[in-house]
Each structure stands twice: as structure tokens, then as C-alpha cells.
């Protein structure tokens, strides 16, 4: 009897020690439940103000808006964007921003690209977690030269520094932003500092603008693009002469070189179908004034014209693109002096 009664209790400590192991499953279960619930509620409603500040709904040129994302991650193409393997497509929208994002808060700023007249709107998305060093061998005191760092939103971790810093935080991205041309044509070089050794390939990337001033910025800035590979840094592509300090700005944001050109070839479609219109407006002016009135002058398509030649040129000659933007922008300031019709 003593020996059924330990056997009973065994049978009953099993059945405990199961029943407690189903019933801890089953909660676990509804807690892994509700927090895929919770992590696909928080993307769709991410995904959709991020939808609504591409489209243009949400946001105003030059403002910022700072979206909640708990730390999940999205991912970037030129086509579209994706969290949770849910892809949206960004159309004609253009986006300047990492591959891959992951942080707390989602930063989108916006500017207008004027050339002279606006060509387009662009979106720049980061995250605080993503460390930017403004690095100006040229400036003794390490300050921002070019303006960018005043430029750029507030909650973006930007640094303006004389050189390389010899340590880094654990940043869960660092991009460098060198003001000089690469040193040698090389299309490796050696890590800027061992420190960053210890990170990962895709955590580092750097970008190089060959620019003495701000002003370079408006077509004489060369832009560099390479990424880490192990110890050295691999160029990916370079960008001949920059359309605009918005378009630097650009690059600054993106650590992918692809994706940015892909961008760029956009905002070139942009400029070209936007251009047209003006030059149809142009001819519209001309021809609907009399012979000998003295707002003839200022309507001339060549400029125009010259634009549209030049985006689809084999080669784009970016200096010649703002010299046309200048002849434009000075028939345009005539004809607000002689009370003609505004070009743009």
C-alpha cells in the first residue's frame, strides 16, 4: 500500500509538473502573440505616416517630423520600402536615406530643390542611432564651414570635427563625411582609424566631397562613396560635380551608392519633365506678345532647352547645367524689374 500511495504521488507530481509546463506554453504563446500583434499594429501605422510624408500629405518643405518606431527595422530600396517584409512602393518619390534603419524614432526632413524654379521635393530619413562625423582637415577649429550641421534637424547626431576621432562609442552606424578629395586614386583605403575594426562591414561607410567652400556645392563638389570591407574601405562610385547643396545633403544621408544614383536619376527625370513646362510657358509669353514690346527679350528658350539637352546627354556637364539655371534666374529677376510676366 505505502508503495502505491509513493507511485500515486510521483503520477501526481508529473501531472502537476505537465499541466504547469502547458499552461506556462500557452502563456507564452499569447505573449508572443500579442507582441507580433503589437510590433505588425506599430508597422502599418508607421508605414502609413511614413506614406503620407512621401506623398506629400504630412509634411511641408523645410519642417521635420519624428515618427515612433521601437526599435523594429526598415529597409530601403530606390523602388520601395519594406518593415516586416511588407513592401511599399516610394513611385516618384525621391528618399535619401541608409539601406537599413533601426532605432527609436524615425527623423524625415524635407527640403525643396529649386533650379532656379522647384524641380522637386526631397526627403531625407534617419534615425538618432546613426552617428555622422563632419570631418574638415581645412578648419582649425574643427567648427561646420559649410553650414551643414546647422542645417540639419536637431534630433540627427551630428558631430563637426578637425579629423578622425581616435575611439568610437557603440554606434550602431558611423558615417564620415570628409571635406577633401581621396587620398590617391586608389579604390581602397586603408581604415580611417583601427577603432573602427571592431565594427561591422555594414556599419561603416564613408563619403568624401571634394569642396573648398559651400558655394562648390552648386556643381563643383565631387562626391566619393565607399564602404567597409574588412580592414580597408572600398570605393563603390563617385558622382562628377553636385546639382545643389540639397543634393550633398543627400548623399551625406545615404550609405549606399546605388540607391543614391538611383535617386539622382530621379530628380534629373523631375527636372526635365518640370523644365519643359516652363519652356512651354516661355513660348506661350513670347508668342502671345506684339512685335517690338519690350518684354520680348527676356523669353528665351535656349537656357531652357539647354537644361533638357544636358539631362539627356551620354555625359552631364553639371557646370554648364547652372550656368543655364543662372541666365533663367537672371531673365526672370528682368522681368520682375520691368513688370513683364514672371518666367517662374
Known sequence: MKKRGQIGEQFNWIFIIVAG????????????????????????????????IITGQAVSPGTTRLLEMSNLELSFTCEDYSM???????????????????GSNIIAWTLDWNMPYRAANFIYVTVPEIKYFLIDPAESNG???????????????????????????????????????????EQSLSLPS?????????????LYIDAKKAEDFNGNADLYFYKKKGDMMVREGWIPGSLGKEIVYGAIFTDDY?????????ALRKLEV???????RVGYLANGLPVGDPCSPYYGQT??????????ADVINVGNIFQYMKQIQNMNDLTVFASCPEIY
Open 303 to 312: 537656357p531652357l532647352q539647354g537644361i533638357i539637352d544636358e539631362i539627356n
Open 143 to 185: 567648427q561646420d564651414s559649410y553650414g551643414i550641421k546647422s542645417d540639419f534637424p536637431e534630433k540627427a547626431d551630428v558631430t563637426a570635427v578637425k579629423e578622425t576621432p581616435e575611439e568610437f562609442e557603440s554606434y550602431q552606424r558611423v558615417r564620415l563625411v570628409y571635406f577633401m578629395k581621396p587620398p590617391g586614386d
Open 21 to 52: 509546463a502547458l499552461i506556462l506554453a500557452f502563456f507564452v504563446m499569447v505573449v508572443n502573440k500579442q507582441r507580433e500583434l503589437s510590433e505588425k499594429k506599430l508597422s502599418a501605422e508607421l508605414l502609413a505616416d511614413l506614406d503620407m
Open 274 to 280: 518640370v523644365t519643359e513646362i516652363y519652356k512651354e
Open 194 to 206: 583601427d577603432a573602427l575594426s571592431d565594427f561591422n562591414d555594414d556599419q561603416v561607410s564613408v
Open 84 to 102: 516586416g517584409g511588407v513592401p511599399k512602393g516610394t513611385g516618384n518619390s525621391i528618399l535619401f536615406t541608409p539601406s537599413k534603419l533601426k
Open 258 to 266: 546605388d540607391l543614391y544614383l538611383c535617386n539622382i536619376k530621379k
